[in-house]
Every structure is written in structure tokens, then in C-alpha cells.
T-cell receptor, first 113, second 116 residues
Framework: DAKTTQPNSMESNEEEPVHLPCNHSTISGTDYIHWYRQLPSQGPEYVIHGLTSNVNNRMASLAIAEDRKSSTLILHRATLRDAAVYYCILRDSGETSGSRLTFGEGTQLTVNP | KAGVTQTPRYLIKTRGQQVTLSCSPI?????VSWYQQTPGQGLQFLFE???????NKGNFPGRFSGRQFSNSRSEMNVSTLELGDSALYLC???????????????FGPGTRLTVL
């Protein structure tokens, strides 16, 4: 799987937007961009994914650069419950890839009250 | 719909013993993947089962094995436990067919294994 690069940590204030960046300069045309987060003492949780177009769901928005070499996860109004490690993961859409996820180190998001 | 369940939640074993962990996927999900999480190595993929067949395997020694039953429940076995096997073992289920990349994974709460 292609590699992603994320900042080790970021801080935000409660009720402010948070933009979590991810670089993936070696992304291939068939790679989907996935985001997961892991809250303390829990298993990872799916957040959002996309291929080329920006995506929105009830949790977050995903903004994908035109060249697809980077993306940004946007939390519109951070809450204390959003404090977690956020993982940006590339997943090949080929039939042999199965369900494997390759996790990097992720970004530890701290939300200040 | 019930989420992914893992049993037991906590386990203490001694070196040389073997252990079996269980994972029940979300109803209707046929893919079950296992991951090991340690402070030093992070989250690492162990293997994936789909329709009772191992479909993908990570870079772990043969002491780590698994299987999947016809009801999609999966077990993971670690033989001859070592101190370094102490970790949080997570399983994830998915409704995926054969095409990867687009599906989301649903993770269980994990089994915390301590090897003394």
C-alpha cells in the first residue's frame, strides 16, 4: 500500500473547526483515501473515505486535492469527544486487496475546552 | 444491529502457553480481519478471513494462526506465547465482497493480552 504522512499531533479548541492534513504523494489511481480514528481505550472507528471528489457525512468532510497527492479531514466543530488518534489510510480498490488496512502513526488530536 | 464483539476482553497468560481469542462479526458480514496493536509497533495487520478462507496475511510468525467458521465467527490462536505478544488484539468485520478499497471496517473493542 502507498504511504501516507501525517503530523504527529495537533491541537484545537472546542467548537472550532479542525483541519487534519494527510500527504500521499505516491497514491495510485485506484487508491481510495480512508480516515479512521481511535478514541482512548477503543478500537478504531471509520470516519470517511473518498476517491476523487470531496465527501461529506455526518461526522466529517474529506477534501481531496485535485492531483490527489494530499487530502484534509475536516471536523466542522470539534468537541471533547473528538480527541483521538486520526489515521489516514490508502486502500487499493483492486480485487486482491481484500479488507486489509495499513495503519501509520496517525495524528493525535487534542481538543481544549 | 449489534456491533463486533470480542471475547475475552482481558487475558493473562504466561510464556510458552497458547491462547485463543474469539471474534463475532456484525450479522451479515463475511470478512473478518485481525490486528495487533502495541505501543512500539502501532496497529499491524495479522490476517483476514473471508468465507472461511484466509485471504490476506501480514508479516507475523507461524505461531499466529486463525480460522473462520461457517457463521463468519473467527478465532485467532497464538501458540508458544512470548513476552512480546502482549498487546491489544483487534478484529474488524466488513460486508465486502471480493473488491477491496471501498468498504468500511467495523472494529471490536479488542482483547487485551498480557503475557507474563
Amino acid at each position: 500500500d502507498a504511504k501516507t504522512t501525517q503530523p504527529n499531533s495537533m491541537e484545537s479548541n472546542e467548537e472550532e473547526p479542525v483541519h487534519l492534513p494527510c500527504n500521499h504523494s505516491t497514491i495510485s489511481g485506484t487508491d481510495y483515501i480512508h480516515w479512521y480514528r481511535q478514541l482512548p481505550s477503543q478500537g478504531p472507528e471509520y470516519v470517511i473515505h473518498g476517491l476523487t471528489s470531496n465527501v461529506n457525512n455526518r461526522m466529517a468532510s474529506l477534501a481531496i486535492a485535485e492531483d490527489r497527492k494530499s487530502s484534509t479531514l475536516i471536523l466542522h466543530r470539534a468537541t471533547l469527544r473528538d480527541a483521538a488518534v486520526y489515521y489516514c489510510i490508502l486502500r487499493d480498490s483492486g480485487e486482491t486487496s481484500g479488507s486489509r488496512l495499513t495503519f501509520g502513526e496517525g495524528t493525535q488530536l487534542t481538543v481544549n475546552p | 444491529k449489534a456491533g463486533v464483539t470480542q471475547t475475552p476482553r482481558y487475558l493473562i497468560k504466561t510464556r510458552g502457553q497458547q491462547v485463543t481469542l474469539s471474534c463475532s462479526p456484525i450479522s451479515g458480514h463475511r470478512s473478518v480481519s485481525w490486528y495487533q496493536q502495541t505501543p512500539g509497533q502501532g496497529l499491524q495487520f495479522l490476517f483476514e478471513y473471508f468465507s472461511e478462507t484466509q485471504r490476506n496475511k501480514g508479516n507475523f510468525p507461524g505461531r499466529f494462526s486463525g480460522r473462520q467458521f461457517s457463521n463468519s465467527r473467527s478465532e485467532m490462536n497464538v501458540s508458544t506465547l512470548e513476552l512480546g505478544d502482549s498487546a491489544l488484539y483487534l478484529c474488524a468485520s466488513s460486508s465486502i465482497s471480493l473488491a477491496g478499497g471501498r468498504n468500511e471496517q467495523f472494529f471490536g473493542p479488542g482483547t487485551r493480552l498480557t503475557v507474563l
